[in-house]
């Protein structure tokens, strides 16, 4: 993996929107609880 400067440079950055999101403590409470949701539905499917 290249972790060159110039590799880094070229990266993208996040929109204010992502930066918002990745902040806010009920958006990121809200993404836990739907993440935890979907396994537990995958596992009672049983089809993981």
Known sequence: MDT???TIAR???P???TLRR???L???TWRFVA???RMIRMVT???H
């Open 15 to 17: 929109t204010p929107r």
């Open 4 to 6: 060159s400067p110039d």
């Open 35 to 37: 993440t935890n949701l």
């Open 22 to 24: 990745r902040q806010n």
């Open 26 to 28: 009920a958006y990121q």
């Open 45 to 47: 499917k049983g089809s």
């Open 11 to 13: 990266a993208p950055l």
